[in-house]
């Protein structure tokens, strides 16, 4: 007989169910209309799509590197933890942009590390969390992201239309994450040209760089195939540029570095320039 599936712990569909009481929190502080106006008041964005375009233009790995404290499957993985100095360290080994977990009860992130993260750099930023609704797109904005992440296993295709215009009237650019072929088929109905390929199983929490070699050689030429998750050598990046990625999203194996800009630049210098 099967496991039945309720004994599976779906960590994605636990997260979500925070994350709608969380923005149901908030939004009762800071409504939306006034959300919006902070959004709207926060300056210019960096370009985060074109910043990993010019990386690939001039032959180069475009990597988005992560900061995080902690994570569901890694647990604590860095401590003590300076978001502005992580930034400076990708930024020195040559980073094209950075990703800044903001969750708070599963990844112990908050607003006030990415805005500390992007005020220590130049880099374009990612605010990286679970975005169902579009209060939380400019709060993304409100806190200086640059782009945010629509993970498509968590959306309706209409929900990821909205949050995708709101973005985008934000100027802000939108990576659309996709673990199979239904979603990929789905993330290509958007307009944005970022496609993220999770190589982990939001679900298990596996990591499978595999997941990659199907799906990315099925991404059009006029997207820009991201390849996320798991990846921790030099063999890893060659394997992802095989299969036509040059853009990696890459965390947990830097973070657990002592010289994050040592271990960035091995990844960056994977391929020859
Ligand atoms: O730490 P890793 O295995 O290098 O992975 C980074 C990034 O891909 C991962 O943090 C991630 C990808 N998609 C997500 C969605 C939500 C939270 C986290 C993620």
Avoid at 5 to 31: G, N, Q, W
Wanted: charged share 30%; with cysteine; proline share 5%.
């Amino acid at each position: 007989m099967n496991a039945p599936t309720d004994l599976i712990s779906d960590t994605l569909a636990r997260i979500l169910a925070d994350k709608y009481a969380e923005v149901r929190e908030r939004s009762a502080e800071t409504p939306l209309a006034e959300m919006e106006r902070k959004a709207r008041d926060a300056g210019p964005t960096r370009d985060f799509t074109g910043a990993l375009c010019d990386a690939v233009a001039e032959g180069r790995v475009g990597l988005i590197a992560e900061i995080k404290r902690a994570s569901p499957s890694g647990g604590l993985i860095r401590d003590p933890f300076d978001p502005a100095e992580l930034a400076k360290a990708y930024e020195a080994a040559g980073a094209a942009c950075l990703s800044v977990l903001t969750d708070g009860p599963w990844f112990q992130g908050s607003a006030e590390d990415l805005a500390a993260a992007r005020a220590a750099c130049r880099l374009p930023v990612l605010r990286k969390d679970f975005m169902v609704d579009p209060w939380q797109v400019f709060e993304a904005r409100a806190m200086g992201a640059d782009c945010i992440l629509l993970i498509l296993a968590a959306l309706s295709d209409e929900q990821a239309h909205e949050l995708e215009d709101i973005a985008r009237s934000l100027d802000m650019s939108v990576l659309a994450e996709v673990h199979d072929r239904r979603e990929l088929d789905r993330a290509l109905g958007l307009e944005t040209r970022l496609i993220g390929v999770n190589n982990r199983n939001l679900k298990t929490l596996v990591t499978d760089l595999s997941v990659s070699d199907e799906l990315v050689p099925l991404i059009p030429a006029d997207r820009i195939p991201v390849s996320e998750s798991g990846i921790r050598t030099p063999e890893d990046v060659r394997r992802i540029c095989r299969d036509g990625a040059r853009c990696l999203l890459v965390g947990e194996h830097l973070l657990r570095q002592p010289d994050v800009t040592a271990a960035a630049s091995a990844l960056i210098h994977a391929i020859p320039g």
